[in-house]
């Protein structure tokens, strides 16, 4: 009988003080690396597999809108004239024309004046004077043609060139636009990524 109940008594003591495999044990102390392996996972960073951002807006609608100013600045260049005006011409070529008529009208009123008949030197007075105010307004209209043209012309020239100089900036300002964008994009694809790591569980015995 006394052997029942002493065999009794240690099967409920081994009961009460056994340990769980998964459960450390109290007395042996826990290492440092153990309590980093059973870190919990979410802890790791983020390693999905995210595709590459986009790239900047405010630098690719900067891109664009540079691309189109510069095509409308080439449109405009293309048309800006610095040929003499129409009305220049016209007028540098018909004084080109009149002119010469002034060196055939003096020699008429020099001969008019020392004709001794009445009849031939009022008639060679009244063609020299005519011929000459001819080659007189040749003369004027030679040199407006001359000076407004070549006004317009140069106004005309100094626009383009001013045309040509914004359009080198904004050409400029676009390649350093693209540059940044291209580096700023090869520098987003080439970032490593981190894998995350396996978790581990550690047993206590």
Known sequence: MLSIVAAALLATASTSTSHSL????SERPVS????VAQAPAEE????????T?????????RARELTQ????????IRSVDTNWPAGSLVMAY??????PLLLLGIPLIIVGMSSSNDDDAGTLLALGVSTTLGGVAGVGLLIAGIVTGSKQAGINRA???SLVRERIRLEDELRDVK???DARGAMQTRQWTLRAGIPLVAFAF
């Open 53 to 61: 951002p986009p790239l900047p807006e405010d630098l690719d609608a």
């Open 159 to 161: 626009h383009r060139e």
């Open 94 to 99: 018909s004084g080109y024309v009149l002119s």
């Open 32 to 35: 440092a690396r153990l309590l």
């Open 69 to 76: 100013q510069i095509a409308m600045l080439q449109s405009e």
């Open 44 to 51: 790791a960073p983020d390693v999905s597999g995210t595709p």
């Open 179 to 181: 540059a940044r964008r």
């Open 22 to 25: 998964l459960t450390p044990v």
